[in-house]
Structure formats: structure tokens, C-alpha cells
């Protein structure tokens, strides 16, 4: 399968003062937009798969916003390619 969703916004700090954040499949490094450097991100934050908001640990396994339950990449990847949504057991 090609598609993976951005499941994580990462936060970048370069040594040459650039600071930045991206979405990405997964926490990873990134090179700086202004001096090409390979940098690790300083932080990051987890991503509801359906509608994007930041998920926080303390959740209970539902998404804040749109109160679906939080899928991780496997459960999503299963309903996009059966057509029909996981069951939770």
C-alpha cells in the first residue's frame, strides 16, 4: 500500500536558528529548509488519523475532536482496503 497517513506533526529546531513542523507517517528527520542540514525533531505531537487533531495521552482511546476512536495505521490500512470500518472488541 502506498498511502500512509500523517500520523505525527514533528517540530524542528536547526542550529542555524530555523525552526519549523510537518506532518510525517512517523517521528523522523528532516532537513532544514534553510541550510540543508539533516536534523532530528525536538518534539512532536500524535495525530488523530480521521480528522487530525492532536491526541492526547489521556484520551481514553477517543479522539477529542471528532470523538471517533483513535485507529492506529494497521486498523486504518485494514478499512481502507475491505471498505469497512474495523470493530472494536
Do not use: H
Not at 52 to 75: L, M, N, Q, Y
Amino acid at each position: 500500500m502506498d498511502f500512509e497517513p500523517e500520523k505525527f506533526r514533528n517540530y524542528y529546531l536547526c542550529s542555524c536558528g530555523e525552526e519549523w513542523n510537518s506532518t510525517w507517517s512517523c517521528t523522523c528527520n528532516e532537513r532544514c529548509p534553510r541550510c540543508s542540514k539533516e536534523i532530528e525533531p525536538v518534539s512532536f505531537e500524535e495525530l488523530c488519523l480521521e480528522c487530525g487533531a492532536i491526541v492526547d495521552e489521556v484520551t481514553d482511546g477517543i479522539c477529542p475532536e471528532c470523538d471517533e476512536p483513535i485507529k492506529d495505521f494497521d486498523e486504518l490500512q485494514r478499512e481502507l482496503l475491505t471498505g469497512r470500518p474495523t470493530s472494536r472488541v
